[in-house]
Nanobody, 123 residues
Framework: QLQLVESGGGLVQPGGSLRLSCAVS????????IGWFRQAPGKEREGISY????????NYTDSVKGRFTISRDNAKNTVYLQMNSLKPDDTAIYYC????????????????WGQGTQVTVFS
């Protein structure tokens, strides 16, 4: 099985930046896609970005385009989410997840999930 551990969350003022990390570990299982998701209080979990592990292609949901950047370091088995120009509406628990498929942001494709890291954007 794969294990994913998020880090880098915290409290930041509007307009500020954070970089989240997702460390992936495991043996014997391949995965194609790492996605970032978030869940705000009272809302459903939302896919915000993914990256393909092999080729590095990326995708973003409209609400974060131009502000968030996903990247990966395959040698370190780590995926990053650079978040700039943060807004109060970005406040949520952020999760990374791994899919063995060539997946989009539908969370049904993701079989392995981290525990989440809290991001709070507040003045």
């Amino acid at each position: 099985q794969l294990q994913l551990v998020e880090s880098g969350g915290g409290l930041v003022q509007p307009g500020g930046s954070l970089r989240l990390s997702c460390a992936v570990s495991g043996f014997g299982l391949d995965y194609y896609t790492i996605g970032w998701f978030r869940q705000a209080p009272g809302k459903e979990r939302e896919g915000i970005s993914y990256i393909k592990v092999s080729g590095g292609s990326t995708n973003y949901t409209d609400s974060v385009k131009g502000r968030f950047t996903i990247s990966r370091d395959n040698a370190k088995n780590t995926v990053y989410l650079q978040m700039n120009s943060l807004k109060p509406d970005d406040t949520a628990i952020y999760y990374c997840a791994a899919s063995p498929y060539n997946s989009d942001l539908d969370l049904r494709w993701y079989d392995y999930w981290g525990q989440g890291t809290q991001v709070t954007v507040f003045s």
